[in-house]
């Protein structure tokens, strides 16, 4: 077992509490390295990104009485590590994300669908998450992060990075498609926008407000469509491709249910539709199906992704094709920052300097 001294006996964490109160920072034991067990690391997290999902991880750890560190984008260094036969070593830099451990056994595993494992253990709900500064964690689910990307970048990377790059993949589309984007202008959609860009598709985005459009063109954006300023949603986007048949793929990280409608409809002949932003208080996706069987479309789920997406979204970043524009807060002020994200307030990503 390798460790670095200067471990600390406890930290600052952000533990779950009442609906009114959120998360409270309060003082925590730390697991000192002769306690990990096989198959552990201890990482001192620098930043945790803050997920809109979060919000909902803190009702539910209420919902079930059950207190725990929430977070799932953290960043930091191994300082410990129990684990001889693992590649990671004490003083490599590592992500945590959403998905702590599987049972790496399983049909699902075996597929690379990590997310569908009936064993899988989420950061923030089975073991205590990203909004502390030392985390242990499993280290089959650790995500390396590449030499010369900064820690506070890396972070966001873990949850929004590899959910979007992931969903821009299921499209299944070649480079110099077109693809449409609905709330391309979000914080996830912005992170959709450029992966779709580096795959060499054209993009069209979809959002609304001067400064999602400034955003979007910002980003390299093929084409944009305000929806607020648009009365036939499904024409203008068509009209946007150069054939006007519509785009070959969309990937919808809006959570407006009118956005998965429209997509069905102007989505090209043979071309698919990546549900990812989920609708407040659930929807369902009205199509016709008529149209789906003769046209041939398709309509996939995506939810986050596995080890090797998450290895691959950060390297893109790493390359500098990729940013998440990123705001970085003082630790103490998580709760603020999820009433921010409830507003609608916050666009990009942000991100959590634990140790301010
Ligand atoms: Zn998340
Ligand atoms: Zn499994």
């Known amino acids: 077992m390798g460790s670095i001294?200067?471990?600390?006996?406890?930290q600052r964490v952000a533990m779950s509490d009442?609906?009114?109160?959120?998360?409270?920072?309060?003082?925590?034991?730390?697991?000192?390295?002769?306690?990990l067990k096989p198959g552990e690391a201890l990482v001192r997290l620098a930043y945790s990104g803050v997920c809109h999902s979060d919000t909902q991880l803190l009702g539910l750890c209420?919902?079930?009485?059950?207190?725990k560190v929430v977070?799932?984008?953290?960043?930091?260094?191994i300082v410990a590590i129990n684990d001889p036969l693992s590649k990671l070593k004490v003083g490599d830099k590592v992500g945590i994300k959403f998905i702590?451990?599987?049972c790496n056994q399983c049909e699902f595993c075996l597929d690379g669908h990590d997310m569908l494992c009936a064993h899988m253990k989420w950061s923030g709900r089975h073991v205590d998450g990203t909004f502390q500064q030392y985390a242990v964690s499993y280290t089959s689910q650790l995500t390396p992060i590449p030499e010369g990307l900064d820690l506070a970048?890396?972070?966001?990377?873990?949850?929004?990075g590899v959910t979007t790059y992931k969903a821009v993949k299921e499209m299944g589309c070649k480079a110099g498609d077109w693809v449409a984007l609905p709330g391309a202008g979000g914080g996830l959609g912005c992170l959709a926008l450029q992966y779709a860009k580096y795959m060499g598709y054209r993009t069209i985005a979809v959002d609304t407000g001067a400064d999602k459009k400034a955003l979007c063109e910002t980003l390299g954006a093929d084409a944009w469509v305000d929806f607020k300023q648009t009365d036939d949603i499904v024409k203008a986007i068509k009209a946007a491709t150069t054939d006007g048949l519509g785009p070959q793929g969309a990937v919808i990280t809006s959570p407006r249910p009118e956005a998965y409608e429209t997509a069905m409809q102007y989505i090209r002949p043979t071309g698919t539709v990546?549900?990812?932003g989920l609708p407040h208080g659930g929807a369902k996706i009205h199509c016709d199906v008529r149209d789906t069987v003769m046209l041939k479309k398709k309509l996939k789920g995506s939810n986050v992704g596995n080890r090797k997406e998450a290895i691959e979204a950060l390297q893109i970043v790493a390359s500098g094709k990729v940013t998440c524009p990123i705001e970085i807060r003082p630790f103490d002020q998580l709760n603020q920052t999820l009433d921010d994200l409830k507003a609608g307030k916050i666009s990009g990503r942000?991100?959590?300097?634990?140790?301010k």
Not at 62 to 67: E, G, I, Q, Y
Not at 153 to 160: F, G, K
């Open 153 to 160: 970048h890396a972070a966001p990377i873990l949850c929004a």
């Open 18 to 35: 009442t609906p009114e109160t959120g998360a409270k920072i309060i003082e925590h034991p730390v697991v000192q390295p002769e306690n």
């Open 274 to 276: 990546v549900a990812v």
């Open 62 to 67: 209420f919902t079930l009485n059950d207190p």
């Open 350 to 355: 942000v991100v959590l300097d634990l140790h």
């Open 5 to 10: 001294s200067e471990i600390p006996k406890t």
């Open 100 to 102: 702590a451990d599987t």
């Open 71 to 77: 977070g799932h984008e953290g960043a930091g260094e």
